[in-house]
């Protein structure tokens, strides 16, 4: 996998650990803390994602 690849991977888990959405979502009060949208925390969080990026990752190296 490539440095910046990897970099990105851990930059963006950093993040959804720290914004991790509620499990029960509910309206933002004024003065919360800002959490990730449930979508896009799940994309950050799923292993498959990152197999897959790391896969077409691997296909396109010798490009």
């Given at each position: ?6 970099k ?21 009060q ?34």
């Open positions: 996998m490539c440095v910046s690849l990897l990105t991977q851990q930059a963006l888990q950093i993040l959804a650990i720290n914004f991790k959405p509620p499990i029960v979502e509910t309206r933002h004024q003065g919360e803390t800002s959490t990730l949208p449930r979508e896009i925390f799940e994309i950050i969080d799923s292993s498959t994602f990152w197999n897959q990026i790391t896969l077409i990752n691997e296909i396109l190296d010798p490009y």
